[in-house]
């Protein structure tokens, strides 16, 4: 089966459709808080006296926690998830970003040129989408990823790639964090089983200078099976600029019981502020040890990241 295909014109559209939306929804919110502030005969209309002249407001009654059909809620588990959450938006955005179990949305975009070491394959090119999204469920702070590549040059052509999901349940430690959740990956050329699950966890401490852990992420179905070792390591100069190994994932083919990529590379990140917007700018060339007719030795790594961090 070929990829799935989709234009990037219409691809790139579609986003900008979507950002368009969300602009004029806050364009609208806006207009509508700039009358209220500026219409007094509105406000006066809208406000509390307003409303207890016309016999339009009930005052809230009191009920306690003993009463039938009213449980009592655990204030203080609600305030201590808001007091860890903001906490680590308070942290410095360089650990943010150096570590995958920190609490930032953000957007990254990735260029891959990829070239083999025999002279007989061709050269290979992709764009990859991946957005990090944080969230509180259930009282638990959850890191959601996904990972979207589009084939650019392959020789199966262009089109999307295989789809990466997975959703960490993070947990602060006096140490640093660790996470654990499911992760999926969605195959876009499988004939039969389109679908691999497994578990996924992490784990990341950190001081002022270095970052320091590990991500693991297992793909698993009856056809194939994958697992995936990424090492954490970076050091930051300050809040703008660091060094460290980048994504190196180390692929372990559990059908074949070898290590099908063994990559070694450096990356380079920085923090840059344009027009008041946070983005991460980075360079991360390697090269695969464990070649064969799947994958190229050198890989170099180009993109930036949009950064939320007051999500």
């Not at 207890?52 to 204030?75: L, Q």
């Not at 966890?201 to 179905?221: D, E």
């Not at 194939?224 to 070792?229: G, N």
Request: include cysteine.
């Amino acid at each position: 089966m070929r990829k799935l295909r989709i234009h990037p014109l219409r691809f790139l559209t579609a986003i900008l459709l979507f950002a368009t939306a969300l602009v004029v929804s806050r364009a609208d919110c806006v207009a509508a808080e700039t009358l209220l502030l500026t219409d007094e005969r509105l406000a006066e209309d809208m406000s509390l006296d307003s409303a207890v002249r016309d016999g339009n407001w009930t005052p809230p009654r009191i009920v306690s926690e003993d009463e039938t059909g009213m449980p009592a809620v655990d204030e203080t588990f609600s305030s201590g998830i808001h007091e860890e959450i903001a906490r680590r938006r308070g942290e410095r955005l360089i650990d943010r970003v150096t570590d995958p179990t920190s609490w930032l949305m953000d957007l990254r975009m990735r260029q891959n040129w990829s070239w083999p070491t025999s002279t007989g394959d061709g050269d290979s090119q992709s764009v990859q989408f991946r957005p990090t999204i944080p969230f509180q469920a259930w009282g638990t702070i959850n890191i959601l990823r996904v990972t979207v590549p589009y084939d650019v040059q392959s020789d199966d052509g262009a089109g999307i790639g295989d789809v990466e999901i997975f959703d960490l349940l993070v947990v602060q430690e006096s140490w640093g964090r660790w996470g654990v959740g499911p992760s999926f990956r969605l195959l876009t050329d499988a004939n039969d089983d389109s679908l691999q699950a497994g578990p996924a966890a992490a784990a990341v401490t950190k001081n002022r200078h270095w970052t320091v852990g590990v991500l693991s992420q297992n793909f698993l179905n009856d056809d194939a099976s994958q697992s995936r070792i990424q090492p954490i390591l970076a050091y930051k100069f300050d809040d703008a600029w660091s060094v460290g190994i980048g994504e190196s994932e180390f692929r372990y083919d559990w059908g074949s019981d070898r290590w099908s990529q063994l990559p070694l590379g450096i990356e380079l990140d920085k923090i840059v502020d344009v027009w008041g917007q946070k983005l991460q700018l980075f360079v991360n060339p390697q090269y695969n040890f464990a070649r064969d007719e799947s994958n190229s030795g050198w890989t170099l790594f180009l993109g930036l990241t949009l950064l939320v961090p007051e999500a």
